[in-house]
């Protein structure tokens, strides 16, 4: 089935037709010619559908000014206003073209009770007039149904954007770009590179995007960095020059001072 027949029948458009041309007291023509007419005109299902829509509205603001003969209701009591908005509702087949609302065009047959029944509910419980319910049934059939439906056939659908994968925050080596255990130097340099590249102010000459994206790059290259200098990093081994080391002899290395030879004089005289 091609994609203009399939939204015709998918919204109940000859169904539609047919309640138009019997409101506008021509029966004898037949829903599908005219519908093939209009698209021929409009070489569009939906500006078709849309100028039959038009011509359906039209018909019933014309019935309800004949009905009531005036432009406002205020010689009615809200009893008379009822029993005239249900004669009006039936007038423009109003039941048939919700029961088009409520029921999928292939579902067998259509229920006009129920239908009826949400009219009924809508014009005494809403306290709507006839005239407005009558135009809000026409926009709920183009907003629920037919633009819809067109819009799927028709208007070229957007590819599904992939689902975001949960990719594992890298640590603070992987920020900085070094290999687990690098020395405080190595993560020194990587700090000083990166915030070189990073750094607010030499991101001003780009967009809002990159700005904010290198903004939250240096966010977490501060807080890698200042992680990995409190955890101490591996430190470097320094080799120490002939001065420090004389200055760190240990002490079996220093010379014992020599004993006064008062003091060897004091332990004979003790003997």
Known sequence: MDPTRQ????????????IVLLV???????????LIRKIGMYNNPM??????LLEYTALGNMI????????????YNQT???????????????????????NPPDSEGRNIVVAVQRLENRLIQDNMDSLSLFNSIIYEYVHDVVRPTYNRLFEPQPEPEPEPQNVP??????????EMGASIGDIKKAYKKLSLKYHPDRNRQKSTEEQENASEMMKDINKAYGTLTKRGGKKTKKTKSKKDRKKTKSKKDRKKPKKSKKHKKSKKHKK
């Open 7 to 18: 939204f015709l029948t998918l919204i109940g458009a000859l169904d539609m037709t047919r």
């Open 24 to 34: 506008n007291e021509t029966p004898d023509v037949e829903p599908e010619d005219y």
């Open 47 to 52: 500006e078709a559908v849309n100028s039959i």
């Open 64 to 75: 309800f000014k004949n009905l009531y003969g005036i432009n406002d209701y205020e010689p």
């Open 80 to 102: 008379q206003l009822q029993i005239m908005g249900q004669i009006f509702l039936n007038r423009v087949r109003a039941p048939e073209f919700v029961s088009l609302l409520l």
């Open 169 to 178: 925050h890298p640590g603070p080596y992987g920020i900085l770009g070094l």
